[in-house]
């Protein structure tokens, strides 16, 4: 069945477009074909015209009535072209790099407390509370910091969220700060063999909460927080330690240190070690 008014209605959506070009490559569509959908030499499959709909928002129905007709539904609508989500297309790669990365999680979810020393508390620990949880088939994280007796800070409390997914070895997490979007991290853990995950330790890289948004690397650790403590005691034990405060063990005192060995090259993260002597 002939459409005569589709050409011109396509060439009306394609002015909402930043290019013909863009939306051939967006629609995965041959561009000599599409400019002959815009002449009226052919016409686009049934398939192909309901790909094109769902692009621009709107209807068959719609794209197939007279000029005058659509541009006033047009103009009604304020349409704005789909246009692909990079970093949606990105987080969704990045879990095709292992398929289980969600079930391959799922002993890892619950409660952390995660410890890091920091250049912009003079050294001193960060101990933060962090939660792995399921949403839609993925694993996402949200972390609140404390910084409640850190003198001259405007903002005592800084909450974080993100997304989290397994390589088939490692779990990599990315986070941003919810309040302003500023500071952004990327953690990557190594599993211990430990089938209890009670210790995860590794490396974060990103941009801190400074005035001066320095650009750093910590070594990090997170612990797993037992299911019968409440979230009361989970957040009151929050804050900013001295290092060697006895409320944080030595261990994690010591595999959070930051210092570069004189056989290491490169920042490298520390291993947790299960038994230690």
Aim: charge should be neutral; charged fraction near 25%; proline fraction near 4%.
């Amino acid at each position: 069945m002939a459409k005569p008014n589709l050409p011109k209605n396509l060439r009306l959506l394609c002015s909402y477009a930043p290019s013909i070009s863009r939306v051939c490559r967006d629609l995965k569509m041959n561009r000599q074909q599409f400019h002959r959908y815009l002449s009226g030499a052919n016409e686009p499959s049934l398939r192909k015209l309901r790909v094109i709909c769902d692009y621009f928002g709107v209807e068959e129905s719609e794209i197939l009535l007279n000029f005058n007709d659509f541009r006033d539904i047009v103009a009604i609508k304020n349409l704005r072209p789909s246009l692909p989500d990079p970093f949606g297309n990105f987080v969704a790669k990045m879990h095709q790099i292992n398929p289980t990365s969600t079930s391959d999680l799922a002993d890892t979810l619950g409660y952390y407390y995660t410890y890091v020393m920091t250049q912009e508390l003079g050294g001193k620990i960060l101990r933060a509370l962090a939660r792995l949880y399921t949403l839609n088939d993925y694993v996402y994280v949200k972390t609140v910091e404390n910084y409640s007796n850190v003198k001259h800070r405007k903002r005592d409390i800084l909450k974080y969220s993100g997304v989290v997914y397994h390589t088939g070895q490692e779990i990599v997490i990315h986070e941003r700060e919810v309040f302003a979007g500023r500071m952004m991290w990327t953690t990557i853990l190594n599993p211990t063999d430990n089938d209890q995950f009670s210790i995860l330790a590794g490396l974060s890289l990103g941009v801190t909460s400074a005035n001066r948004r320095d650009i750093a690397a910590y070594r990090v650790i997170w612990e797993r927080l037992d299911s019968e403590v409440s979230m009361r005691d989970m957040l009151q034990g929050c804050g900013v330690f001295e290092s060697g405060s006895k409320q944080i063990s030595e261990d994690i005192c010591k595999a959070i240190e930051n210092e570069i060995s004189p056989d290491e090259n490169v920042f490298i993260s520390r291993p947790w070690e299960i038994d230690r002597s």
